[in-house]
């Protein structure tokens, strides 16, 4: 955790985003949603404590809060989609790995990274995958 906490712990602002809108359009999210989405540039709160990693991610008309401990699993509602959330953490990746179990969600996987001063953040559904860059704030 400590390595964790060293590396992704703070608050990141996006500064470059690549195919978002693919990403969530292989998600089955609506062309509307993903419009709005695809202009938002969204804040990352990561904090590191009590053997957990939480991520809160900020955005203008919301905010996502979750709480992981490290390879336990856990429910997690994303905007009306539910899943079944296990975080790992492994060669300096700390990897998301979220199983649809509504029926209506799909399956998709987040890697957050530190490349240089940056994190970056790989989500992958269906062979459509998204980057966002952030930088330390």
């Known amino acids: 955790m400590e390595e964790i906490k060293s590396k992704f712990e ?3 602002e996006c500064i470059k985003k690549e195919n978002v809108e693919g990403f969530l359009e292989a998600l089955g999210i609506n062309v509307i949603k993903r419009k ?3 202009q938002f540039n969204p804040k ?3 904090s590191v404590g009590g053997g957990c990693v939480k991520v809160v991610r900020k955005m203008p008309i919301k905010e996502i809060t979750n709480e992981f401990k490290l390879d336990d699993e856990i429910d997690v509602n994303d905007d009306d989609h539910k899943y079944k959330a296990k975080l790992t953490y492994s060669d300096g990746k700390m990897t ?3 199983r649809a179990v509504d029926g209506k969600s799909k399956d998709n996987t987040i890697v957050r990274e530190i490349e240089g001063d940056n994190l970056v ?3 992958t559904c269906n062979g459509v995958t ?3 860059t ?3 704030c």
């Open 10 to 12: 703070g608050n990141w």
């Open 36 to 38: 709005a989405a695809a």
């Open 44 to 46: 990352l709160l990561i």
């Open 96 to 98: 998301l790995c979220l």
């Open 121 to 123: 953040q790989t989500a």
């Open 130 to 132: 998204a980057k966002t």
């Open 134 to 136: 952030f930088k330390k």
